[in-house]
């Protein structure tokens, strides 16, 4: 049994697609009004929502508590290094403990599963959704420089 980890588990790279898709949707969601609105991508809503959950469930690991769902823990402490770099990445962003951390990640949720149910804006906080958007494009950037990366790595020189 290999004790390695394979390229790719544990960086952003596997969620930039996922990323890209949401923050796309949630910047559409931003601008236009209810009448307009595109019907959700509710395949990319439901992995975005795995994300975030993973992220939670990676907390609950280093609480030493069971996750609420049955996951392997690679998955959820993965989930959480790469969140915990997302967060690092962005200005104004200062979560110095786990519980603030586990809090923003529950209000993301929270809202990422109200804006396919077409609730009215006034009772999803716009700053709330903007910081969303902006964590998945994050997300996103780091996930097309850790694919960049693993591309530019395995290229060889010519002589």
């Not at 898709?21 to 019907?39: C, F, G, H, M």
């Not at 690991?61 to 998955?75: D, I």
Request: hydrophobic fraction near 40%.
């Amino acid at each position: 049994m290999s004790l390695t980890m394979s390229r790719g588990l544990a960086d952003a790279s596997r969620w930039a697609g996922v990323a890209s898709a949401t923050s796309d949707y949630i910047e559409q969601w931003l601008v236009s009004n209810k009448d307009s609105r595109p019907a959700p991508p509710r395949g990319i809503f439901n992995a975005a929502e795995r994300f975030l959950n993973r992220v939670l469930e990676g907390i609950a690991l280093e609480h030493r508590q069971a996750a609420q769902t049955p996951v392997p823990t690679m998955a959820g402490i993965s989930n959480l290094t790469i969140a915990v770099d997302v967060f690092a990445a962005m200005p104004g962003t200062q979560l110095h403990k786990l519980e603030d951390l586990e809090k923003t990640v529950q209000s993301y949720l929270e809202c990422l599963r109200a804006i396919p149910k077409n609730k009215p804006r006034k009772t999803i906080s716009p700053e709330r959704v903007e910081s969303l958007r902006d964590f998945f494009r994050e997300l996103q950037r780091q996930g097309n420089v850790a694919h960049h990366a693993a591309i530019t790595e395995s290229e060889f020189p010519l002589p």
